[in-house]
Structures are given as C-alpha cells and as structure tokens.
C-alpha cells in the first residue's frame, strides 16, 4: 500500500512539475495588420490613435522587424500551424468556390502537438482552414472553439443585392467542442461584424482562467477579424479618437490587447506565459494612384517604410509586426532584424513545451528557441520562398530579393521577367531597383535554397488542392 502511494504521489508530483515547466502560450494573430500600424514600428499616432499597450508590450518582450508569412490569409493560416509551406498543404491560395479546402486530417497542426503533451488548447476567432466535416479547428487539435470559418467580408453577403436570390448559404458565427460537430450560434451579418472581437477576447480570457484554476499549461490561439474589411469598430469605441473607423479600430485592438495581458498578470502566470503579438499578412490597400469610388472611401492599410499590400510579392505583404514577451526567458527591449517566418513557431514551440516534430514530412520551420532566449544572435534562417498562390514569385535572401513576377498590389497588374530583378532591402525598401547588375553574384548565393526546396517537392509531393479525407502520402 506504501509503494502504492509513494507511486501516485511521485505521479502527481512529476504531472505538477511538467505543468510548471511548460509555459502557456497566448498567439495573437490578427487579420490584415500591416507592418506600419502599431506605435512600436512608427505607426500609432500617424495612424491616428496612440498604441500605448501594444508599445508596452514591446518593451517587455522581443519586437522582430522582419517577421515574415505567407502573402494570402489561408496559406499564412496553414504555415504558422503545421511549420509547413502552404504549398505543401494543398493551402497555397485562398478558397474562392464552395468546395472541399483546408488541411487535410493528416496534417499535424501545432494544437495537435501540445495537445499531445498535456495542453488545453482553445482557438477563438477566423479559421479559413476548412469549413466541411472533418476539417473545423475541433478535428485538428483544438478542444475548443467560437468564431467563424472563412473570412469577413462575407459579414456583408446578405446586404448586397443578389446574394439572397444567389442560392449560396448564409455565413455563421460557430461554436464546438473537440469530438463535436460545430453548432451554429448566429448569423455573420453586419450587425455582429463590429461585436465579434469582443466577444473573441472575452472567451479567450475565460478560457485562461480556466486553465489557470485547473493548473493546466494552455495554448490560446486568437486570430482576430480586424482588420479584415469591412472596418467596423466596436460601439465603444465608434467615434472614440475623432480620426476615423480605423484610428477607431487601432484603439479597440490596443485596448483589447493591454485586456489580454492584464488578465494574464491577474491569474499570476505572467512568468510562464509566452505571449505572441502578429498578423496574418500585409495590409489591405488601394493600388498606388487608384481612385475609390465607393460610397465610404476605402481606408489604406499601413505597411510602414515596406512597399505594397497582401497579395503581393513585395515586403509590405510579407513584413508583419511581431512582439514575443516571456518574462526573465526573453530580455525585455529587446529588437532585431534577423529573419524569420511563421513557419518557425511550431518547430520552436514543439522544442519549449516538449512536443513531438513529425519525421515523415518535410517540416520546413526552424527552432528559434535559443534565438528568442537570446542564447544567439543569428536566427539561423537566411531566407525563404516567396509564394503567390502556386506560383513562386521571389526568393528572399539576407537582406535581398529576387522577383522573379510581381504584382504591383492585391488586384494589381501582374508582371513576369525573363531575367530576375534584384533588390537590395537595405538600400531600396521599397524594391524599385533593379541593381542585377552588377550584383549577378546574388542569385548565385540566393537561388540555392529554392533548388534544395524544388527538390524537396519531389520527395514529398505536395497535397492537392480540395483533396479529400482520408489522405496517404505518395510513396
């Protein structure tokens, strides 16, 4: 009987100590966040409202100023959960038609991975990974979720003229728990588009305080619609700054942020939790020297000092804003430039909390653990592929591009060379000159990573697009 209590305590007292040592993990991710936005990266003020907690949380953490994703919000949304290139998920572009889309069931997902290894795992807010059986955040790790399947512009089918004679179905708010099949809570309609975000962050800080109370490590995973068109502040906050929805809305999303924190500085996890501040990609924006002609003027995105909108090629659609603040583990003020993707997260946050990287595919993030906890100065990564959609448009190398396409913005005109254009970022941020000459070297050096990736697709072919469940690699 001794041996037998011994043994259950020594149980209780490992499950104790691994709940410790494993920290919470809290990723913002919001929808269309250009680089220039918030205060700590020169938006705020200029944009028309202060960010006093976003630039907070940027003192006490690490700010990258070249965090990068993929250019569309569902490829971006594939690659920060498996640590995979869109590409390879049959993700590569986002889902225009009413078909099969979204990961397939044998994709591991970073929720998968700490689920595995004791987390509660709780997502509130845009998915955009699949909206058919099988294919919701609750088959894919999550235990549970609120928010909505695809994206919110669709918040405005059902005022447009047509679209109730169109025979498509109305867009809902959803709700499930992990084993569940989602259940339908209300229409996605304009009248809810300015609420929803509020009621994200609620469940989010409720979630927290669950878990906290259990004192079971968690992973919050919040994807936010602002400031996915159309902008919609909160009533609280319409009309607040005087300058605007969209100062408007910048107010909502600092406040709603220095919310998130303070919560977790009740509970009294602030030590032992890793809090991730991004987007999804660059901002939304009318294409240089358009003219809009809508009844409400479009409201440009910021992309900061980077050049262009989502949809591109060019940094304003890859260089989002990224703060990670974990106490003691990271210096507080601390900022670099080295490059890095989202890509990363899962393979770091798999080496943190102890989970497990998939072996039988290609993984193609980086562990930036010893990088965050300032253990190296080099990230480790030196580049990446550049994707739109299917097509590879660039290659990203240190501090230069290659653009092998470019699309001046996301409904802008599209162009192909028969001979790369060579960007230096450092010189040229807004990647307007060709410097190919002199610099023939760059490619030399640049292109190796895209032969080692193109040879990597042909030992793990990739995913069709709208491949059904159940999927088994070709051998």
Request: hydrophobic share 35%; with cysteine; proline share 7%.
């Amino acid at each position: 009987m001794k041996i037998l209590t011994t043994l259950i305590l020594s149980f209780f007292f490992i499950a104790s100590s691994m709940a410790k040592e494993q920290p919470n993990i809290v990723l913002v991710f919001l929808d269309n966040f250009g680089y220039g936005e918030p205060g700590f990266n020169g938006g705020g003020i200029t944009r028309g409202a202060p960010t006093p907690k976003m630039d907070k949380l940027a003192s006490e953490g690490l700010r990258l100023t070249n965090f990068n994703v993929e250019v569309q919000c569902t490829p971006s949304r594939s690659a920060i959960m498996t640590g995979r290139y869109a590409i390879r998920s049959g993700n590569a572009t986002v889902p225009l038609g009413e078909g099969v889309y979204g990961l397939v069931r044998w994709e591991v997902t970073m929720a998968e991975m700490l689920s595995e290894v004791g987390y509660a795992t709780g997502m509130y807010g845009k998915w955009h990974l699949g909206r058919t059986k099988g294919r919701f955040p609750t088959d894919q790790g999550f235990d549970e979720w609120y928010g909505i399947p695809n994206s919110t512009d669709e918040s405005a089918y059902t005022s447009l003229e047509g679209f109730a004679e169109s025979g498509l179905p109305e867009t809902y708010v959803l709700e499930a728990k992990k084993g569940e099949t989602p259940k339908k809570v209300r229409p996605y309609r304009l009248d809810y588009r300015p609420l929803i975000d509020r009621d994200l962050t609620d469940k989010a800080m409720d979630f927290m305080e669950r878990q906290a109370k259990d004192n079971k490590p968690f992973f919050v995973y919040l994807p936010y619609t602002a400031t996915h068109f159309p902008t919609m502040p909160h009533p609280d906050y319409d009309g607040k700054t005087g300058n605007g929805p969209w100062a408007d809305l910048l107010t909502q999303i600092d406040d709603y942020t220095g919310e998130l924190l303070s919560k977790i500085d009740k509970l009294g996890i602030t030590e032992n939790t890793i809090f991730i501040f991004t987007a999804d990609n660059g901002p939304e924006a009318l294409d240089f020297q358009n003219t809009s002609i809508t009844l409400e003027s479009a409201i440009n995105g910021s992309a900061g000092p980077w050049r262009s909108t989502l949809f591109s090629s060019f940094e304003g659609a890859l260089r989002v804003p990224f703060v990670v603040r974990w106490p003691i583990k990271i210096k507080a003020g601390s900022v670099s430039d080295e490059i890095v993707h989202a890509m990363d997260l899962f393979p770091t946050f798999a080496n943190i909390a102890g989970g497990t990287i998939p072996q039988d595919r290609k993984i193609d993030g980086i562990d930036m653990t010893d990088f965050f906890l300032g253990k190296q100065q080099e990230s480790g990564r030196d580049g990446f592929i550049v994707y739109m959609g299917k097509d590879i448009f660039a290659v990203k190398w240190k501090n230069w591009k290659l653009h092998f396409k470019e699309q001046s913005a996301w409904n802008g005109e599209l162009k192909t060379y028969t001979m790369p254009r060579v960007y230096n970022l450092y010189t040229d941020p807004q990647e307007k000159n060709n410097v190919l000459f002199p610099h023939t070297w760059v490619p030399k050096v640049a292109l190796g990573q895209l032969t080692n990736h193109i040879i990597s697709l042909k030992q793990y072919p990739p995913i069709m697009t709208g491949q059904k469940d159940p999927y088994k690699p070709q051998k």
